[in-house]
């Protein structure tokens, strides 16, 4: 039998979920023995990947004569190797863009395109006729969380649609978690990027203050970056809480705030699969978080490893909050609980789900 080949093609190697799952699955297929090739376009790698690498980012230039050039860059590569399947892991908002390279670079090759927010627009053009003819050609098409499919599926789009959460490496999560050192006061710990106000950090900080935690000596750490940072640091000045809500920022090894915090709280508008849950419950560490349109239930068992909230509202968020402080029964189960509860999303088990979709026999 013939070595299988397969393209993965990402914005990057950095910084976002999807392209740590593009990262991830790149080492697992290859340790598989797959041929892989991993294409990107910008030049932005931090992550540990596996296989040949086409960086259409150092090529990047301003102008449309430029763009087109890396789109046949794109289209040569994949002609010159003949790829077994290609799965695009990248954000689609561009429709026009992404007819032209799904009619002209993708065309009679097996494309797989990943879907992973909640927010389909990302990914599917709102017009129903246009995104059946951006998709016509997909030999099928993968979600994060169930709730996505089922969204997905009413579209009508592929016959082949399928859910593949996004996999955890369990063992890297759990030796990082003891590389450094964490805070030595208790503290309850939130994350995420702080561009838009998708994770609703404002509320959260409003929700603590409200919460029994400041007056037990809990305080709230929020990792991350961004534009709407200074607004957050101002609002907890303003309300005389900065000895209690701090800003550490942006943190390439989170592990060690997860397995050290009481436990994780999301606050978010909206999320596909969120992450930042599964990894503090690799840390072994209890997550609190709104019961959003999709992710957070397909994660959450309420009362076992967690507390699953009514979807906005903060009440019951900070309800949630002081349970967890004070009921130690239920925090000790959901803290014994945690690791085990997200087995389901190994790499090694969502790995053999990818394989089973590509019907690849496993070696």
């Known amino acids: 039998?013939?070595?299988?080949?397969?393209?993965?093609?990402?914005?990057?190697?950095?910084?976002?979920?999807?392209?740590?799952?593009?990262?991830?699955?790149?080492?697992?297929?290859?340790?598989?023995?797959?041929?892989?090739?991993?294409?990107?376009?910008?030049?932005?790698?931090?992550?540990?990947?596996?296989?040949?690498?086409?960086?259409?980012?150092?090529?990047?230039?301003?102008?449309?004569?430029?763009?087109?050039?890396?789109?046949?860059?794109?289209?040569?590569?994949?002609?010159?190797?003949?790829?077994?399947?290609?799965?695009?892991?990248?954000?689609?908002?561009?429709?026009?863009?992404?007819?032209?390279?799904?009619?002209?670079?993708?065309?009679?090759?097996?494309?797989?395109?990943?879907?992973?927010?909640?927010?389909?627009?990302?990914?599917?053009?709102?017009?129903?006729?246009?995104?059946?003819?951006?998709?016509?050609?997909?030999?099928?098409?993968?979600?994060?969380?169930?709730?996505?499919?089922?969204?997905?599926?009413?579209?009508?789009?592929?016959?082949?649609?399928?859910?593949?959460?996004?996999?955890?490496?369990?063992?890297?999560?759990?030796?990082?978690?003891?590389?450094?050192?964490?805070?030595?006061?208790?503290?309850?710990?939130?994350?995420?990027?702080?561009?838009?106000?998708?994770?609703?950090?404002?509320k959260l900080i409003n929700t603590y203050a409200l919460s029994d935690l400041p007056a037990k000596g809990i305080k709230l750490v929020i990792l991350g970056e961004g534009k709407l940072k200074s607004s957050y640091v101002e609002q907890v000045n303003e309300m005389k809480l900065d000895d209690m809500i701090i800003f550490p920022g942006f943190k390439s090894n989170p592990f060690v705030f997860m397995k050290h915090a009481l436990f994780f709280i999301l606050s978010s508008r909206n999320e596909g699969l969120p992450m930042v849950l599964i990894e503090s419950l690799a840390c072994g560490t209890p997550v609190i978080s709104f019961d959003c349109v999709t992710g957070p239930s397909e994660i959450i068992q309420h009362r076992v490893n967690g507390l699953l909230i009514k979807n906005q509202d903060f009440d019951e968020l900070r309800k949630g909050m002081n349970t967890m402080v004070e009921d130690e029964e239920l925090y000790i189960s959901c803290r014994k609980n945690a690791l085990a509860s997200i087995y389901k999303f190994s790499i090694e088990s969502i790995g053999h789900n990818w394989l089973e979709f590509l019907k690849i026999e496993e070696k």
């Open 1 to 202: 039998m013939s070595k299988k080949k397969i393209c993965l093609v990402g914005d990057s190697l950095s910084v976002g979920g999807a392209e740590r799952v593009m990262a991830d699955l790149s080492n697992y297929f290859f340790s598989k023995g797959i041929e892989i090739h991993v294409v990107i376009v910008q030049d932005k790698i931090t992550y540990s990947y596996s296989g040949e690498l086409l960086n259409l980012g150092l090529y990047k230039k301003r102008g449309v004569i430029n763009k087109i050039d890396r789109l046949l860059r794109l289209k040569n590569y994949l002609a010159k190797h003949d790829f077994d399947y290609v799965i695009d892991f990248r954000f689609k908002n561009h429709y026009l863009q992404e007819l032209i390279t799904n009619e002209l670079i993708y065309d009679n090759k097996k494309i797989i395109f990943t879907v992973h927010s909640s927010i389909l627009k990302y990914y599917i053009p709102e017009n129903n006729i246009f995104a059946k003819l951006l998709f016509r050609k997909a030999y099928g098409i993968v979600t994060v969380s169930d709730k996505i499919k089922q969204k997905v599926a009413g579209l009508g789009l592929s016959d082949n649609l399928e859910c593949i959460y996004n996999p955890v490496i369990i063992d890297r999560i759990r030796l990082k978690m003891d590389d450094d050192s964490a805070p030595e006061y208790k503290y309850v710990l939130a994350a995420g990027g702080m561009i838009n106000p998708t994770k609703q950090f404002d």
